[in-house]
C-alpha cells in the first residue's frame, strides 16, 4: 500500500527568537511543503529525492543520526533514531519548499517522515516534540518548538497563536481581503553556522538576572546591567507583546496597526537581537514602500532567508516571490498520492 505524506513549510508573522525562551509565536502554513510517496519495506529505510542529491539509505536500528550521508538525510535518520520503527520504507520525497530560507524546510521533512513512520498526528504536541528531538539530533541545533507545531498543527485560513511554554495553540481567523507574500532575499543560510546558538546562550544569560523571559516585561530587561544582554532581552520582552498586539490588530480588521508592529518587530531583530542582514534590510524597506503593502519583515531565524509581507489581495511585487497566498492546513498523511505541483 503506496502512502503519501504531506507537510508544509511555514512563515511567521510575527514572533521570532520567542520560542526557545518558553515565549509567544504567530505563525501560519504555506502552500508549499515537502510530499513523501512510500510503500512499506521490511527492515530498510530507502528514500530518494527529485530535489536533493544522494540517497537516504539506513537500518532500522540507527546511532549516530548525524554522521548520516548525505546530509539532508540526517533528518530522516533522527526520526528513525527517535521512532525506532519495526518496519522500513521505500519511497521517494519531491519538494517545492527552499531550503536554508527561514520557511522550516528541516521540520517539514521530519514531520512527513515521522508521519509515515507511524508518529500520530493527531496529537500534535508529541509529534513536534519528537521531531524536535530529531532536529537537536541531527544538527545539534537547539532549535526552540515553534517549526514542528506549525508545520503540524496549522489550521486552514488561521494563523497559529502558539505559547511556547504551555504549548497551548489558538488558531487566529485571517481577515478577508489580505495575503501573505514572502519574498526570497537570495541569501542563504545555516542554522549550525550562524550565531544562533550563541543568541540562545544570551538569552540565558539575561535571565539569570531578571528570570524566566516569558514572563518578564520590557522593563524587567531595562535594569540588566549588560548592554548586550539588555538588548537580547529587550527583543524577546517586546516581541512577545506585539504577538498579541498584532493579534488584535489582526480581529480589528486594523491593518495599518498590524504592519507597524511587523515593522517594530523588523527593526528589534536588526538592532537589538542583530539577526538580520543588509539584504533583509533593503528588502523590507523596498517592501514597505510598496503601495498595498500594510508591513514587512524578516521571518524565521534570520541571517538570511526570507522576508514576509502582510499586503491587500493582489498586490503587485516586483521582487522575486517564493510563494503568496492565505495561511494554508497542517501535516497529513493518506493512501491516495498525489505529486507536488
Known amino acids: 500500500m503506496t502512502l503519501r505524506a504531506w507537510a508544509p513549510g511555514r512563515v511567521t508573522l510575527i514572533g521570532d527568537h520567542t520560542d526557545y525562551t518558553g515565549g509567544r509565536a504567530l505563525p501560519m502554513a504555506i502552500g508549499l511543503g515537502i ?20 540517497v537516504a539509505e539506513l537500518p532500522l536500528t540507527i546511532d549516530d543520526p548525524s554522521k548520516v550521508e548525505p546530509g539532508w538525510a540526517r533528518y530522516v535518520a533522527a526520526v528513525v533514531r527517535e521512532l525506532r520503527p519495526t518496519d522500513g520504507l521505500t519511497g521517494t520525497l519531491h519538494s517545492n519548499l527552499p531550503i536554508g530560507r527561514g520557511l522550516s524546510s ?22 513536534a516534540q519528537l521531531c524536535r528531538r530529531a532536529e537537536h539530533r541531527a544538527v545539534g541545533v537547539l532549535c526552540g518548538i515553534m517549526d514542528q507545531l506549525a508545520v503540524i498543527a496549522a489550521v486552514e485560513d488561521h494563523a497559529l497563536r502558539l505559547d511556547c511554554h504551555s504549548l497551548e495553540m489558538t488558531p487566529v481567523p485571517f481577515p478577508a481581503g489580505i495575503e501573505v507574500v514572502v519574498v526570497d532575499s537570495g541569501q542563504q543560510r545555516e542554522l549550525e553556522s550562524s550565531p544562533y546558538e550563541t543568541r540562545r546562550a544570551e538569552c540565558g544569560l539575561a535571565e539569570s538576572h531578571i528570570g524566566p523571559l516569558r514572563l518578564a516585561t520590557p522593563n524587567d530587561a531595562e535594569t540588566i546591567d549588560d548592554p548586550l544582554l539588555r538588548r537580547r532581552a529587550r527583543h524577546v520582552t517586546t516581541e512577545n507583546q506585539r504577538v498579541d498586539a498584532f ?16 515593522a517594530a518587530s523588523h527593526a528589534s531583530l536588526r538592532d537589538d537581537y542583530e539577526v538580520s542582514t543588509p539584504q533583509l534590510d533593503a528588502l523590507v524597506a523596498h517592501l514597505r514602500g510598496t503601495p498595498g503593502v500594510y508591513g514587512a519583515r524578516l521571518t524565521g531565524a534570520g541571517f538570511g532567508g526570507c522576508v514576509v509581507a502582510l499586503c491587500a489581495a493582489g498586490t503587485l511585487i516586483d521582487l522575486p516571490v517564493v510563494w503568496r497566498g492565505r495561511p494554508g492546513g497542517g501535516a497529513l498523511l493518506t493512501e491516495e498520492p498525489s505529486l507536488v505541483d
Open 106 to 127: 528541516s521540520a517539514a521533512l521530519e514531520v512527513a517522515v515521522a508521519a509515515m513512520l507511524g508518529a500520530n498526528l493527531r496529537d500534535p504536541v508529541a509529534a
Open 247 to 262: 493579534i488584535t490588530a489582526l480581529g480589528a480588521q486594523d491593518l495599518r496597526h498590524a504592519g507597524e508592529l511587523m
Open 35 to 54: 510530499e513523501l510517496l512510500a510503500d512499506r519495506a521490511s527492515d530498510w529505510i530507502i528514500l530518494g529525492s527529485e530535489e536533493l542529491a544522494g
